[in-house]
C-alpha cells in the first residue's frame, strides 16, 4: 500500500513558538504524565493522540479514516495503544494546562483548550506531549519543529505525477490557456519557466511550506533568481485557496504539491480552469512523525508497523 499523505497549512501562531531553542518536549506537563509510557494495553481509550491533517480534504475523510485504521491496527499488532480515531479539531486534543512546554520549561504551542475548538492548530498537534503518530511538513520541521519529535518515516508517491518513492514536487499552476502545459521531468529536475513567471502575482498556502513557497524558492535561486521575479506576492491559507485564487483571476501562479494536485483535479471545480506550467524540483513528501518523548521501544514498533503498511 502506497501510504498516502493534505496541504501543508500550519497555524498562523506558528512564529510565535517555533525558532525556540529546547530538547525533549516535556514528559510531565500539567497532568499529562508519561503518556509515552503506555504500551501493551487496552485499545480502549488510549492516552495517546493521533492526525492524518495534511491530505484530510472533506471530499476524503472516509479515505483518511481506513488509512489511519490500517495504521490503527498495525500499530496495536505490535503492541501500542494506539487511539480509536484520529484528531482533527483543537477539541480533540487533550488540555495542556499553561501550554505546551519543552525540556527547559518554555512554551512551545499553546493549550490546545485555549484555541478555537472547530479548528486544528497544526503545531498543537505536532508538538503535543501525547502525540504518537502524525504528517508533518519538511518546512516547519526544518525551522525547529524537527527539535521537538522524532521521525518515524515517509510515505511513498508513486501514484502521483511528480512523485518518485519517498519524493514528490511541486506543479507550478497558472491559468489555462496562459502557458503551455507541461509533463513532469521522469529525472525530477526543476522545470521552472522564468520567462513565463516573470511579472505575476504569486500566491501560496503558507510561509513555512516546503511545497507551496521554500522548494521554489531554492529552485529560483539555483537559477539566480530569487521571489522578487514576481510582480505580487500573497499568503491564501492553502493549496486549494490557491488553486481558486488563480481560476478567479486573484493570483496567477502557485506551487501545488502533487498530491494535492492530484486531490483538486479529482474534488475541486475551480482545478479545470488552471494547469501545470512548470515544476519544482523532486524533494522528500511529508514525514511522519511522533513526539520527542515517545520511547525507543514505541518508536521502532512505529517505524516496523508503517514499513510492513507501506
Known sequence: MGLAVRRCRPSRRKNEFLGIAGSDAQVRVNGLVNFSQRIDQSPGMSDFVAGLPMYDWPEERGEVDAQWARLRDAFRQKG??????????????????????????????????????????????????????AQACWGPMELGLATHVQLIGQPRYDAFEGGQGELYSSALVMRAGEAPTVASPSDGSPLIPLDVLRGKHFTFNSLDSMSGIIALT?????????????????????????????????????????????????????????TVVGWARRRMGLPFITARTTPEKIVEALREAVAATA
Request: glycine share 8%; aromatic share 6%; proline share 6%.
Open 80 to 133: 501500542i495503544d494506539a487511539p480509536q480515531t484520529i484528531a482533527r479539531v483543537n477539541a480533540d486534543l487533550r488540555p495542556v494546562e499553561g501550554g505546551i512546554r519543552d525540556a527547559a520549561g518554555r512554551v512551545i504551542a499553546p493549550d490546545p483548550a485555549t484555541l478555537p475548538p472547530d479548528e486544528l492548530d497544526f503545531h498543537g498537534l505536532w508538538l503535543h506531549p501525547a502525540l504518537l503518530f
Open 218 to 274: 531554492r529552485d529560483l535561486e539555483a537559477l539566480g533568481e530569487s521571489l522578487n521575479i514576481f510582480s505580487e506576492r500573497s499568503e491564501s491559507g492553502g493549496h486549494r485557496a490557491s488553486i481558486v485564487a488563480i481560476a478567479e483571476g486573484k493570483a496567477d501562479v502557485a506551487a501545488i504539491d502533487c498530491q494535492s494536485w492530484a486531490k483538486a483535479r479529482r474534488f475541486e471545480q475551480a482545478a479545470e480552469a488552471v
